[in-house]
């Protein structure tokens, strides 16, 4: 009886154990590290890709004047601020003139002065002209009388000097009066040259704009040419993106651009291309456009950040695939295939691509093959596959 027991008691464990085995292989081949590696695949379909870039900007001005003096000196009054609108030729701010006013003045003194040092040497010299005009009379004269033996020639030739010294003076008024008006003329330039100083102390605006920052305030100094104010055209402003350089195929003056601000993304904006800087970042490695508005938006804020993508030119029709489905192995770039069960890698030329993931194949496929676009892990020509709707619900 104990026996019978024993017996059926050893049974049942090894039945008990072929089943802890069995399920042991079992869950081994299904989740284990023999399991079928779980694949998603796409088929290899011809279509038309509608290419485009991306890339980060920021609203920049195309057009800003920094608004300052043209020498060293105390900021006297500031009569905007930022954000202000102003007009072409507006007085923005002014600096202390410091004696340009008195200098300005006795310049205007000495001019008046000049003035009266012309009329009193072109007197001068008229009374010289008509001295020298009665001298030449009188040697006319006395030479007459002279040939006729009337007077001496002792008296025509005291005549004839004195119409020389007449003669004489008459140069000298002249070149009084020649002096006395290049000296007022000296004066003349000083005094404009001082009246544009002081008109350079009232820094006007060049056009009409927006002040963007204020530098200095009332009692500061500043030197030659550093800001007091800053002023930009809002009509000027455009958007400095960024794109990188390995995806910039197709960048070009003119194309059509989406531009999403930050403070509205959902909100998108047209605008297109209209330079192209000739300097990239080699640093960062990416390639500077600047993207004007078709139309400027209201509200818009200087160095807020926006989203650019620009739309290229529609492809043919090409084979295309998911940007995913592309490996490369041994420095070769192509696709997995999955051929009954197992992948097969092919390599492949691409074209361009799209934002939303596809990218056209020039070379390698001939269509209807089924690409391993995602696998749970790595896969080899060796792999068994196992194709699911998606990786994420076949691991719940």
Request: proline letters at 4%; a positive charge; zero cysteines.
């Amino acid at each position: 009886m104990n026996l019978a027991i024993f017996r059926s008691r050893s049974f049942g464990l090894i039945v008990l154990a072929l089943g802890l085995l069995l399920a042991f292989a079992f869950v081994v081949l299904r989740a284990g590290p023999l399991a079928p590696t779980q694949v998603t695949v796409n088929p290899v379909k011809e279509g038309k890709l509608t290419p485009a870039l991306f890339g980060i900007g920021t609203i920049e001005a195309r057009r800003a004047y920094l608004i300052g003096p043209t020498t060293a000196g105390r900021v006297l009054r500031v009569l905007v601020d930022v954000g202000d609108t102003v007009k072409a030729g507006q007085l923005l701010a002014e600096m202390d003139p410091v004696d340009l006013d008195e200098r300005i003045a006795a310049l205007d003194a000495s001019l008046a002065r000049a003035g009266s040092t012309i009329a009193a040497s072109d007197a001068q010299r008229r009374d010289a002209q008509a001295r020298n005009q009665l001298a030449g009379m009188n040697v006319k004269r006395y030479q007459d009388l002279g040939e006729k033996r009337f007077v001496s020639s002792s008296a025509v030739e005291a005549k004839q000097q004195e119409a020389v010294s007449a003669q004489a003076g008459v140069s000298a008024a002249e070149a009084n009066l020649a002096a006395a008006r290049q000296d007022s003329l000296r004066l003349g330039a000083e005094r404009d040259g001082l009246r544009q100083q002081r008109g350079n102390v009232r820094l006007l605006a060049p056009t009409d704009g927006i002040v963007t920052t204020r530098d200095a305030e009332p009692g500061s100094t500043v030197v030659a040419g550093q800001a007091v104010l800053k002023l930009i055209e809002p009509a000027s402003l455009w958007v400095k993106t960024r794109f990188d350089q390995g995806r910039s195929a197709g960048l070009a003056l003119g194309l059509p651009a989406e531009i999403a601000l930050r403070s509205n993304p959902s909100r998108l904006l047209a605008g297109k291309v209209v330079r192209l800087d000739l300097v990239s970042d080699s640093v960062t490695e990416e390639r500077i456009a600047q993207i004007a508005f078709d139309t400027l938006p209201t509200g818009i804020s200087v160095g807020e950040l926006a989203e650019v993508t620009l739309k290229l030119p529609t492809t043919q029709a090409r084979f295309v695939v998911p940007n995913a489905s592309l490996k490369r192995l041994n420095d070769q770039l192509g696709v997995w295939l999955y051929q009954e069960g197992k992948a097969k890698f092919v390599a492949v030329k691409t074209g361009q691509s799209s934002l939303d993931g596809q990218v056209e194949i020039l070379d390698g496929l001939s269509g209807g093959e089924q690409v391993i676009v995602h696998s749970a892990k790595e896969i080899s020509a060796n792999s068994r596959l196992k194709i699911v709707e998606s990786l994420a619900e076949a691991g719940k």
